[in-house]
C-alpha cells in the first residue's frame, strides 16, 4: 500500500469491531476468510476516469474505508480514520476475463488477505472484460465490512455511477452517512449506558431461568481424558429455490417476517433432538449496517439472546413463528453493539449459580434483497456454487476438537434461500445433518407447498440420548458426579476426591469428599478454588465439601510460569480497575472487560508472547493456569 499518510484522527474502536477482532482470532485479524468482495461490470462508453472519481466519493463518505489499527500511548487499541487522498486503484493486467469467469479472478484477489495494522481495509481493482466492458473489484476486511456493509457500497457506487450519466452531481441523492465516530458517540453517550444496562438485565434473566446445558453429554473430555482432538466439525449447506418462495408467501400469509419463521423452524427442530429441550436459547446476530434514511456501512453487530424453548410442534409452525417473533421484538427493545454484554453476564451468572451456563446456538439472517443492480454483483470467500433453479445440499467435514456449537446462517438470495449449519458430530447423535437440513426445509414447504406439488412427508430427526452418569440437580444444574471428583482432584494439594448426588431431605444435592495433604485447607477455600472448574464440562461447585486431612502441613506451591504470568499479570493490571490483583482470579471476576481483551492480547503478541486465546483469557479459569498457555516467540 505504500507510506501512510500521517494525518489521521484517533477514535475508539466501536463494539462491533472488537467483536470482529475477537470472532476472528486475530491480533491483527488478517486471513482470507475474513475478507469480502464486491464487483461491478459497466456498460460501454464508460470511461475508467468516471469509475476512480466514483470510487472517490464513497472513500470519502465512508471513513471505515480508510481507517487503520494501532495502539496509543497508553497501550490501547485504537482506529485511526486517515485523512482523505487520491484512493489507489491496482489495474489488472489480464486479457482473459470474461462475464463467465470473473468470479474465479475476484476469488483470486480475495486469496490475498488485508493486514489492517498496516493499510486501509479495502482494495480496489480496475480492468477490463475481452469484450471491452470496464469492471471494477473490491476486496475488503470483514473488520471494515460485513455482508450489509458490502451491499451499502456497492448499491452506493452504483448510484454514484448513475449520477455521472444523468448529469447529476455523484453524491447527489446518497443518504446521510454513519461513520465510526457517530456510532462511538452513541456508545459512549447517557443513551449507549442505558441500552447496555437493558440488555444486561434482559440477558441476566434469560441465564438465570436456563438449565445449564442443552448437552448434558461428555462433549468435551474429562480433565483426565488422554484422547483429546477427537470428533468431527460438520458444515452442512442446504440452497432452495423452492424454500424461497414458501418462506415469502408464509410470511405474506402470516404478517411474519421470514427471519422469524425460519428460526422457529429452526427451533422447532432442535427441541425435538437436544437432550435438553428447555436450554435451547439463540444468540441471534443482527448487523446495525444497512441502507436507508441513513446509510452504514461498518459492521456493527448487535447480538442478542431470545429463548427458543417451549415452542409447539411443527404441526402448528404458524403459532412458533409468532412467538419466536414477539421474543424477538422484546430483545430488540432491549439489545446493546456488541457481543461484552452476553460474555460478560454468562460468565457472572454461572459463577451465581455455581454451574455453567451454556448458550452454544447462534442464528444469522442475512437478507440479499430480490435482484441484483445491473452494474454490480457480491461474492465472498465463501459463496455458493450451486447451479440456479436446482436444489441442493452440501456437506463439508474435517477433523476438530470436542466442543459444543451451533452456528445457522439463513441467507435470503435473489434466486434462493440458503440455510448453513456448522456444529460438532457429537451435538447430532444418531441424525446426519442432512436429516436436520431436510427436516427443516419440510417443516416449512409444508406450510406453503410450490403450486401444483403436495406437501413434504415430515420426518422428524431423533432425539439425543444425555450419556450416562449425568444427574439434574434443583435450580437447573446438569452434573456429572465423575467429572466433578475428577476436577477437584487436579486441585493444588488434593490427593483425592469423589462427588456424589445425595438426598437431604428437601431435595437433590451435589456432595464433596476431599483428601488433602493441605492442613490449612477450608470449605471456603475450596469452594472458591471449585468457580475456576466450571468450565470442566459436567462440573457443578458441590453444595458440601468435606475434607480429610492426611498430614497437617502445606505441601509446596506447583511451579507456577513465572515468566509468563508475570507478562500476563502486568498486561491486566493495565486494563482493569486499580487496586490489587490476585492471580487467583479469572480475568472477568478481577473486573476485566470484554472490550479490553484485543489491546490485551496485542500487547502481549508484540512483547514476544504467543499462544493465549481470547477465549482462555475470558474462561473461569485463574490467571495463573490461563498463563499456562503462553510462550515466547
Known sequence: ????SKAYESVPLTSGQVSSWLLFLGCPPQTSGVMRAARWIFPHGVHESRVREAVQHVVERHEVLRTTVAKDANGVLEQRIHMLRPVEIDYCERDDVTVDNIR?????FLAQPIDVLEEWPARWVLGR???????????????AL??????????????????????????????????????????LGVKGERARERAREHTREILRSLPSTPFPMDVGGFADDVGQ????????????PSLKGSLERLSEQWSLPVSAIALAALSVALGSMIPERNALAWQIYSDSAGTGRRNAAGFEPFISLVSGAGLPGADDLRTAARTMWNRILKTLRHRSYGEDVIAEETFHVSRERRVKVHCPFGFNYVDFGGSYATWYEDDSAGSSTSAPGAETISVEEWDSTPG???????????????????????????NSVDDLLRYIADMITAGSPPPGSHPPRLLPVRAV???????????????????????LKSLPGVEDARAEVVDDGKGAILVASVRTTDGSSRPDDLTRACLGLLDVPG??????????????????EPARPARALDALTAAVRRVVPSGDLDVRESYFAAGGRLSCVPALLYGLKESGWDGLAWEELCSHRPLTEVAGAMYRR
Open 1 to 4: 500500500m505504500g507510506d501512510q
Open 539 to 556: 462440573f457443578a461447585v458441590p453444595d458440601s465439601i468435606e475434607i480429610h486431612v492426611d498430614a497437617p502441613f502445606l505441601p509446596a
Open 104 to 108: 474465479d479472478v475476484t476469488r483470486d
Open 404 to 430: 459444543s456449537f451451533f452456528n445457522c446462517f439463513v441467507v435470503r438470495l435473489p434466486e434462493a434461500t440458503k440455510i448453513s449449519l456448522y456444529l460438532h458430530e457429537d451435538m447430532l447423535g444418531d
Open 229 to 240: 482432538g477427537r470428533g468431527r466439525l460438520v458444515a452442512g449447506e442446504l440452497y432452495s
Open 146 to 187: 460485513g455482508g450489509r456493509g458490502v451491499r451499502v457500497i456497492r448499491e452506493e457506487l452504483t448510484q454514484v455511477m448513475d449520477n455521472f450519466r444523468t448529469g447529476r452531481p455523484g453524491k447527489a441523492g446518497l443518504p446521510v452517512c454513519v461513520n465510526p465516530r457517530d456510532i462511538v458517540a452513541d456508545e
Open 465 to 487: 440420548q444425555p450419556e450416562k452418569g449425568w444427574e439434574y440437580l434443583p435450580g437447573g444444574r446438569w452434573v456429572n458426579p465423575r467429572a466433578v471428583g475428577v476436577a
Open 129 to 143: 472484460l475481452a469484450s471491452g466492458h470496464h469492471f471494477l473489484i473490491m476486496t475488503a476486511h470483514h473488520f
